[in-house]
């Protein structure tokens, strides 16, 4: 077996383990008890705080930056790449701002499964399951966008854990999220770069459907340590 091959496992095989460890209630991605000290200890503005972390967030999103993988995939222009992130961009700060500002709340859990679940769904677009089952493709724009949406109250609901001042409030939320933005376009250069190394190789097509594979098995992870979670809380 040639090494882009092996690289191609090896590649999915970690992306499990990270989705596996960001499921792990003491190692999910969320706000770090030093970080939530010093935002607790530190009322009004703090713009440099916040954008560190929301970098930070995203960076250590396992869950955000698999479903991005699976977005970019098959995208082979800069330009459609653009697109696709945009939406998500759109998507996921608004539902972030909006659920933290409006103060609307839902079970983390539950959240979280869904956005398990939107690694699953493109999994299966990537592998052409849903053209073979349904015969027909959902608008994956329209997907992106709305899995966008829960992303982004996934982001709202770990601030939401927060005692957060409403001292500046609005410009500590912009701040997080334009740390989040920086945060996945440092992840997804790295991502992209990766994948365009890959996509050189013979061992690309032949793997397409172990990759995929692996992704909608993490995904399945993700959704299964969520719910988990949830009956466990739930029972309580």
Excluded at 83 to 104: D, E, P, Q, R
Excluded at 106 to 124: E, M, N
Excluded at 179 to 187: C, L, P, R, T
Excluded at 195 to 200: E, H, N, P, S
Aim: include cysteine; charged fraction near 10%.
């Amino acid at each position: 077996m040639r090494f882009p091959a092996r690289a191609a496992c090896a590649v999915g095989s970690i992306a499990f383990g990270l989705s596996a460890l960001m499921a792990h209630p003491a190692l999910a991605h969320g706000v770090s008890s030093g970080d939530k000290a010093y935002i607790q200890t530190h009322p009004g503005i703090n713009i440099i705080p916040y954008i560190y972390l929301g970098a930070k967030h995203m960076v250590t999103g396992y869950d955000h930056l698999l479903f991005l993988f699976g977005v970019i995939f098959f995208l082979y222009r800069l330009k459609d790449v653009g697109k696709y992130v945009t939406l998500f961009a759109v998507g996921h700060s608004t539902t972030l701002l909006l659920g933290v500002l409006a103060n609307i709340r839902a079970d983390s859990f539950i959240v979280d499964a869904i956005i398990g679940f939107s690694v699953v769904y493109k999994a299966l677009d990537n592998l052409g399951a849903f053209r073979k089952i349904l015969g027909f493709e959902p608008n994956p724009k329209a997907a992106v966008l709305i899995f966008g949406f829960f992303h982004g109250f996934g982001l709202a609901t770990k601030l939401q854990t927060l005692s957060l001042s409403r001292e500046g409030l609005f410009a500590n939320l912009v701040s997080f999220n334009v740390g989040v933005e920086m945060g996945q376009f440092i992840a997804l250069s790295i991502i992209l770069i990766l994948m365009t190394l890959w996509r050189r190789t013979r061992s690309f097509e032949r793997n397409v459907v172990i990759a995929n594979t692996l992704l909608m098995t993490a995904g399945l992870v993700l959704v299964g340590f969520q719910l988990t979670g949830f009956a466990m809380e739930s029972g309580s």
